[in-house]
């Protein structure tokens, strides 16, 4: 079974800072999604970023990007220049194919503050 | 404009009653998932359906039952509601063959006393 571990329960960085969080995950299929989602105290999940492990390029969204270490099973997002609506839980997720649905496994989440 | 709405939003019941949450979306997607986001804020996946098909279903008690009508709307329907079932519940979908962008609702807190 794939699990998705980010160790990084909370952080606190102040504003217009660099950030990175860490994500590692445990599977044993060749092909297959990665995603960070952000959910502010709406409540609302909102896309991040995604990565398609047959790519090796890192994957780049403005002021996000990913480090994606294929063989270290390791997917850390970098948050450049941090605003204050970066405020939220971020959630690391991994993704296959199940016939016609796609099954997303979350880790527990990070906590991150950005204080002015 | 809403792309996954749910309803709804909020919904405080006593136990041991039934209830069920709304899901629509106007994506035009083909699949349509519900997931539980407990107190501790961890997400896990409880049903998928495909094009009316069920796909994915988690160890779920059978106490809850998704139904999809048409593949715009999937329903979850819950019974003899216990106070392990208070949760923030949400609505997501995704287009078959797509890089499986899934898009979720505004979520359904449930609160159960």
């Known amino acids: 079974a794939q699990t998705v571990t980010q160790s990084q329960p909370e952080m606190s960085v102040q504003e217009a800072e660099t950030v990175t969080l860490s994500c590692t995950y445990d599977t044993s299929e060749s092909n297959y999604y990665l995603f960070w989602y952000k959910q502010p105290p709406s409540r609302q999940m909102i896309l991040v970023i995604r990565?398609?492990?047959?790519?090796?390029q890192n994957a780049t969204e403005n002021r996000f990007s990913v480090n994606f270490q294929k063989a270290a099973k390791s997917f850390s997002l970098k948050i450049s220049d941090s605003q204050l609506g970066d405020t939220a839980m971020y959630f690391c997720a991994f993704m296959k194919r199940i016939q016609g649905a796609q099954k997303l496994v979350f880790g527990q989440g990070t906590r991150l503050t950005i204080n002015p | 404009d809403t792309a996954v709405s749910q309803t709804p939003k909020y919904l405080v019941t006593q136990m041991g009653n039934d209830k069920s949450i709304k899901c629509e979306q106007n994506l035009g997607h083909d699949t349509m998932y519900w997931y539980k986001q407990d107190s501790k804020k961890f997400l896990k996946i409880m049903f998928s359906?495909?094009?009316?098909?069920?796909?994915i279903n988690e160890t779920v008690p059978n106490r809850f039952s998704p139904k999809s009508p048409d593949k715009a709307h999937l329903n979850l329907h819950i019974n003899s509601l216990e106070l392990g079932d208070s949760a923030v519940y949400f609505c997501?979908?995704?287009?078959?063959?797509?890089?499986?962008?899934?898009?979720f609702g505004p979520g359904t807190r449930l609160l159960v006393l």
């Open positions: 359906y495909n094009n009316k098909e069920l796909i």
């Open positions: 997501a979908s995704s287009r078959t063959g797509t890089l499986g962008t899934q898009y």
């Open positions: 990565q398609e492990a047959y790519k090796q």
